[in-house]
């Protein structure tokens, strides 16, 4: 019998994600600091709070293995946050226009006294040249607050792009589910 699954995030993107693995899981909701530290690159503060998502849930959870994950965007070397409101989501989607915009995707996978697993994705998105008007219409259509880059590409988010450039498609939803399917192989998890 392989030991209780736990996803570290109560992001329906991640769990919504994980459950096209198939396996039983619950969820439960991290508490961790997710400030980022000075001068902390995106791809090293994706890494960091998977990790800390995951270790804090498997502190209180021994019996189980558990996924963390994070998702940090950058642009222009500094990373983009979840813009929280229309004003800032309609300035970031202003800023990314016509631009490349890197995302970090961590999971690092781990149960008390293991060490623990880690692997990132790097998506790279390119926005096609949007005008205001378009920029103030995709807002207001899925109000994509929680979502690091202001916006959903698994939804109408999509129309916004020129390309994607992925080694995982998934991974710019929320969860690099390759990656993931791997780590949980190693953990012993059967999957196909």
Known sequence: MTAPLILASTSVYRRELLTRLRLPFETVRPRVDESPHANEPPDALAARLAASKAEAVAASRPDAWVIGSDQVAELDGRPLGKPGHR???????SAMSGRSVRFHTSVCVTRAGHAPALATDLTEVVLRPLQDEEIARYVDAEQPYDCAGSFK???LGICLFEAIRTHDPTALVGLPLIRTARLLRAAGYRLP
Do not use: S, W
């Open 87 to 93: 004003d800032a989501a309609i300035a970031q989607l």
């Open 153 to 155: 590409c698994e939804g």
